[in-house]
């Protein structure tokens, strides 16, 4: 499975990358918002960090006006996957995209029958949030199970990435689905690393060792 990082921030985008599990990033408008510069220059500079594919959203609503957004962001950069949110406006202009061959992420899914859709279209990703499921008591990762399930038995070649990720539970769910990425904030990469029983574990060792080379 392969890790994105939810973020438009570069200060924590260097900081992970030398882990050597980030294999793209997802940025939406409100995460580029919370950076505070041009979001242009910022994810031109992601990009050349990462190498790998990098989401930046459109914001018009009407397909005309997405479709010259989508093939705007692809001139930024090879990396580019154009996001598009899942409306009929969207649907359209991800086909006229997808044409162009231009990498087209389908966002704000929230039901199976969105990504199948998405999926007859041409997206490149799916990006069902599962957090936001969660947070109004619907199973989110049923969902993926749904468009994993979908996507094999037709065999699309959509990836599913795993949006809206709250914790190291989504990663591991995400995971044993099936699905083909998992977008996740950087906390919740920093989450991974937190397990009181790798810290004892640890301190013990270097304990032991200490006074083995002691004597
Ligand atoms: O980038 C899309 C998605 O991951 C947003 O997540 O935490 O705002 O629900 P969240």
Redesign the pocket.
């Known amino acids: 499975m392969k890790f994105f990082l939810?973020t438009g921030n570069i200060k924590d985008i260097e900081s992970l990358m030398p882990l050597g599990i980030v294999d793209g990033v997802?940025?939406?408008p409100?995460?580029m918002a919370k950076e505070g510069g041009d979001p242009r220059k910022i994810i031109k500079q992601i990009c050349e960090i990462v190498k790998g594919p990098v989401?930046a959203?459109v914001v018009a609503l009407d397909a005309d006006g997405m479709i010259r957004e989508g093939r705007d962001w692809a001139k930024l950069d090879e990396h580019i996957v154009v996001?598009v949110p899942f409306t009929r406006e969207g649907v359209k202009a991800v086909k006229t995209l997808a044409a162009d061959r231009i990498k087209v992420n389908v966002?704000?899914c929230f039901q199976a029958a969105q990504a199948l859709i998405a999926a007859k279209v041409g997206a490149a990703y799916i990006?069902p949030?599962v957090?936001?499921l969660d947070?109004i008591a619907t199973d989110g990762m049923g969902l993926i199970q749904q468009i994993v399930d979908i996507y094999h038995a037709f065999d699309y070649k959509t990836e599913v990435l795993v949006?809206?990720?709250?914790g190291p539970m989504h990663i591991v769910e995400a995971a044993r689905m099936g699905a083909d990425v998992c977008?996740c904030?950087p906390a919740v990469i920093e989450a991974c690393f937190k397990h009181p029983l790798t810290d004892i574990g640890l301190e013990k060792f270097l304990k032991d060792w200490a006074a083995a080379t002691k004597k």
Do not use: Q
């Not at 949006?163 to 709250?166: C, E, F, G, L």
């Open positions: 939810d997802t940025t939406n409100s995460l989401s959203e996001k966002t704000l990006s949030f957090g936001r947070d949006a809206s990720v709250r977008t904030p």
